[in-house]
């Protein structure tokens, strides 16, 4: 099926979308490290610390997966510093969008503050289309 797609688009729009689907997989594992670092702080930091200490983990997981894997070659003359704090700085508006919906809903929502993979999951759909956005446009050009 994904075939017959890409054959409808133009090369630039099948790379776009190799793209897309590359950082869809790198932010699914993104996912996974964000989670896990909940679960294994909450008891400690609350599900509020866990849960900002957590992004900047993923965050971090996902620039370098991202760097060498959905924008490989991209932005390669960039300092890896430079271009992971730019990573974490043009992906703030996303940072706000995934963090306050995760916020939102483990203050409202009983199941999200006693299982809060389903806020975590909903905070990072939410901020996936700016941080794609973001990344290719600004830090992987």
Do not use: E
Not at 4 to 18: D, E, Y
Not at 47 to 62: C, I, K, M, R, S
Not at 97 to 126: E, I, K, M
Request: proline residues 1%; contains cysteine.
């Amino acid at each position: 099926m994904l075939d017959a797609l890409t054959r409808l688009l133009s090369p630039a729009q099948a790379r776009l979308l190799g793209q897309f689907l590359r950082f869809g997989v790198v932010g699914a594992g993104g996912f996974l490290v964000d989670t896990a670092t909940v679960y294994a702080l909450k008891g400690w930091l609350g599900l509020y610390g866990a849960g900002a200490v957590a992004f900047l983990t993923a965050a971090t997981v996902n620039w370098a997966i991202n760097r060498a894997w959905t924008f490989a070659g991209q932005g390669a003359g960039t300092a890896l510093h430079r271009q992971w704090a730019a990573f974490l700085a043009f992906n703030a508006l996303g940072f706000v969008v995934n963090r306050g919906v995760y916020a939102v809903l483990v203050t409202v929502s009983a199941l999200c503050a006693d299982q809060p993979v389903f806020a975590v999951a909903a905070g990072s759909v939410a901020g996936m289309f700016l941080n794609f956005h973001f990344s290719r446009t600004r830090v992987f050009r």
